[in-house]
């Protein structure tokens, strides 16, 4: 939002978490298959922490973020506790959910030129989402797009509002559509892989200002992304993905630095940072399991070294290593201390 509104938006209630979700599960239901997208998922976030949610592609992690403001298909069946603000989301009518998408959620989505509407100006879709949740006139509404875009950091911000999607830069239309997610300044702002499509340098400009307007205006976030150092600029805490579950949580410095299951380890020592140029890169073997099958024991453990019998026959444990701490697997032992596996990988 523009400063002025930031400066005086109420401090947030930060005894009362603004996700709250436990046991979530997405399952697609079709006539070939049923696909187990996400299985019992669980997690909090509390009012202007990041969480970002990191993992490989196929993990369930947008298809959790879709699912916390019900942008599903209707062969999705979401079960559960969602809580988003303190509102049962999985029972809310459609219009609850219409006047809930906008004003208390906001969602970035990862590629802006299929998300933005091609045939409608910048100006008129940022104040589209103004209009329909605030009670002010067009003119108010423009001026207000006009301050967002600003606010954004879009130069020539006027011109700009007047411009088609295609008229921009890759950089812009990002930025043109956090301007929109921040327009009714939510206090929940889901990024789903927002600087993937951008180079290097935009990257790095997106994710300073994204982290820079959610402490201005005390939002949570929940950052999904594959990126590891994405992950170690913008998150508070940590949660791993793999094959519809969190298979670990954490300050992001303590996963980061010291990984405690196995899928963690595997993905940190698979980057190039901090790797010898004349040795292979050591990658996880296997595929990620077929998301149409039920899996009795631990998803992980076709492809893990470490995998013993009982892992394929019952599922692992969440093994709590602290406050905000866990990993789902045999392996880690909280009365070992924090430095129980030999790896290490700065943040």
Known sequence: MPNDQVATSSAPDTAVPIVDVQGMS????SR???VYAVNGVDFRLMPGEVLCVIGESGSGKSVSMRALMRLLPDKAQIAGKVHVSGRDVLSMTQSELTAMRGRDVSMIFQEPMTALDPVYTIGDQISETILRHEPVGRDVAMKRALDLL?????P???RRLKSYPFELSGGLRQRAMIAMA?????KLLL???PTTALDATVQIQVLILLRKLQKEMGMGMIFVTHDLSVAAQVADKVA???AGQIVEMGHVRDVLRNPQHPYTQGMLASTVHGQDRNKDIPAIPGSPPDMRLRVAGCSFAPRCPHASESCHTSEPPRVALGADRYARCILPDPSRGPNIMPQKVSA
């Not at 997405?26 to 239901?29: C, P, Q, R, S």
């Not at 600003?150 to 879009?154: A, D, G, H, I, N």
């Open 26 to 29: 997405v399952k697609f239901v």
């Open 32 to 34: 070939e298959a049923t």
């Open 150 to 154: 600003e606010f954004v950091r879009v």
């Open 156 to 158: 020539s911000a006027a």
């Open 182 to 186: 921040l327009s009714c300044s939510p």
């Open 191 to 193: 990024a789903d892989e």
């Open 240 to 242: 791993v993905m793999y």
